[in-house]
């Protein structure tokens, strides 16, 4: 609180009492007091209230400063009404309890909204878990009876998986250090999987598909991870060119482990690869193909950035796409509050 | 053949899982009472338990632990919940792998031939097909005919190993690359008809001719 403020603030009372002032001298003048003791007396009445002032300013503003040291400490700022002491004058009594109802009012509305929302959350994830059991018995049956048609309805099954997989994991998004579980994961296997989850895709779109060096472990979450992949690989489907191949390579970088998935495809354009992060960013490429969510490299990005693996893009328009995971070796990041096994 | 008990509430998933377990030469034997799983798992002596979470009466973590409690059997869970708390309490009461839906037939086959391997009770698999005086060592990836033999990459032994696996049967195109691809020989269509041209050579070498038959839009067959 500057004086300033604080004497302006005070203007109607020190004109009320110049006024007062003025009169009491033109009274004493009147009464044919000398002109001595007039003025030592209002000099006493200046002296007063500008004591008087000065101390209403000094409490003010320490009273103030500690409101706002208060506001400062507090984690939910929400909360102050009910943290800070409520002292001062009836009226400033009055604006801080019309203060604490506003805010309780507010308070009910977060929490409640809050419950909805996580409400919300559970029956997505619990819908995209019920959903799974039909679709689940769809692709065993075209498993059960492979042909054209069902090899067909197998590569729109596996789309299909593809998005409930992002509508879980973004539901799960924020709460992940809740929900995994590190071990020694096989760089090979992980891939080997995702590749044959992908595979009709692949081999339909007849993308050739080369691997080599994934010999190595990491040491991660194989779930989160195997998204990750999943995620990656769709994309390189999705935005190919003629003659697709797709790289899928491991390397040791210092104390590092590299993950390469290379793409021949359409690629990024330069402007554009510091947003393919950004959620719902569908960029030229998506916007040209229509079907694109933007939500896939989010959500990579979000669950790397959870599980310490570090993910970057990279790219040339019409030449390729190289999407680079790397996972520090032996010691791994865990993030507070998980809990870790090793099996 | 190993003998694999289903337990899943599902009834289409059951079914199809059965057929699933059939075709790769497994026998597929489903419960449909609940009530008396432990009991029927007595009377069946399963190889291998395929196990749902999520089942009517006791829940499959329960019933794991019934199970551990009188058998070393194999337990593999096959579920829709992917939480990792459950993947952990499933290891944890003795579970042997953990398979989440909507899961891929061939990885599914994969682990269950890998838990059973693990377990000792997959039985050998044939080291030598032989079929009109061809031998074809899968061991050592050597074909043989007569007093001649000759080595195959990996991929050329895959190829004639699908084909006399189907004998008398056209295998398609996309079969054989789907079939390559399951042991993680991405190969394409291009490369595949490089590849049968080049096995046809090495069988020539070795005087088998005409042992490969091509049948347009329909395969190959041996």
Excluded at chain 1, 232 to 240: D, F, G, L, P
Excluded at chain 2, 104 to 112: E, G, K, Q, Y
Excluded at chain 2, 176 to 192: F, G, M, R, S
Aim: hydrophobic fraction near 40%; charged fraction near 25%.
């Amino acid at each position: 609180m500057k004086a300033a403020y604080f004497i302006r603030d005070k203007i109607p009372l020190i004109l009320l009492h110049i006024v007062c002032a003025l009169l009491l001298f033109i009274y004493l003048s009147a009464v044919g007091l000398g002109r001595h003791e007039i003025l030592l007396v209002l000099i006493a009445w200046l002296l007063i209230l500008f004591g008087y002032l000065f101390v209403r300013f000094w409490a003010n503003k320490k009273r103030i400063d500690g409101l706002i040291d208060t506001m400062d400490s507090l984690d939910q700022k929400y909360l102050f009404a009910d943290v800070a002491e409520n002292k001062g004058d009836i009226e400033q009594q009055a604006y801080f309890s019309l203060m604490k109802r506003a805010l309780r009012s507010m308070t009910g509305h977060v929490s409640e909204s809050r419950r909805e929302k996580e409400d919300y959350r559970e029956f997505i994830e619990q819908w995209t878990h019920e959903i799974k059991i039909p679709l689940t018995s769809i692709i065993l049956s075209c498993e059960n009876n492979l042909d054209d048609n069902t090899r067909k309805i197998l590569l729109q099954t596996k789309q299909i998986e593809d998005y409930l997989e992002q509508v879980l994991y973004y539901a799960r998004l924020g709460n992940v250090g809740k929900d995994y579980m590190i071990k020694e994961v096989s760089l090979d296997e992980l891939v080997s999987d995702s590749l044959s989850r992908s595979k009709q895709a692949l081999i339909q779109n007849h993308i050739i598909v080369a691997t080599s060096g994934l010999e190595y472990n990491v040491f991660t979450d194989s779930k989160w991870l195997m998204f990750i992949i999943n995620q990656i690989i769709s994309n390189s489907v999705r935005y190919k060119k003629e003659n697709p191949v797709l790289t899928i390579s491991g390397s040791e970088k210092g104390d590092a482990i590299l993950l390469e998935i290379k793409d021949n495809g359409i690629g990024i354009r330069e402007s554009e690869i510091g947003r393919v992060f950004q959620k719902g960013f569908t960029g030229s490429n998506g916007r040209s193909r229509k079907n694109s969510t933007g939500m896939g490299l989010y959500l990579c990005k979000g669950l790397c950035d959870e599980l310490g693996i570090d993910m970057k893009v990279e790219s040339e328009l019409d030449k390729y796409t190289n999407v680079k995971l790397t996972f520090p070796k032996g010691g791994h990041y865990i993030k507070e509050s998980s809990y870790i096994t090793k099996l | 053949m190993s003998r694999i008990l289903i337990i899943e509430d599902e009834e289409f998933i059951r079914e199809e899982l059965s057929i699933l377990l059939a075709n790769a030469g497994h026998e597929a034997i489903c419960i449909e009472n609940f009530s008396k799983i432990v009991e029927n798992f007595k009377k069946i002596q399963p190889d291998l338990v395929l196990l749902d979470i999520n089942l009517p009466e006791n829940n499959g973590f329960t019933i794991c632990m019934k199970i551990r409690s009188i058998s070393k059997t194999p337990i593999i869970f096959i579920t829709g919940r992917n939480a990792s708390i459950d993947e952990l309490k499933a290891f944890s009461l003795g579970g042997d792998d953990y398979i989440t839906k909507p899961y891929d037939a061939p990885v599914l086959l994969a682990r269950v031939s890998s838990v059973l391997k693990r377990s000792e009770k997959q039985p050998n698999e044939l080291e030598v097909l032989s079929q009109n005086g061809v031998e074809l060592n899968l061991a050592s990836c050597i074909v043989s005919h007569g007093e001649k033999s000759v080595e195959l990459s990996k991929k050329e032994m895959k190829i004639l190993h699908c084909l006399m696996q189907n004998k008398g049967k056209y295998v398609s195109r996309v079969s054989l690359i789907e079939y390559l691809w399951d042991y993680k020989i991405y190969t394409d269509d291009n490369a595949l008809s490089v590849n049968i041209t080049r096995l046809r050579e090495k069988l020539k070498q070795i005087g088998i001719l005409d042992f490969i038959q091509t049948k347009r839009g329909m395969g190959y067959r041996v």
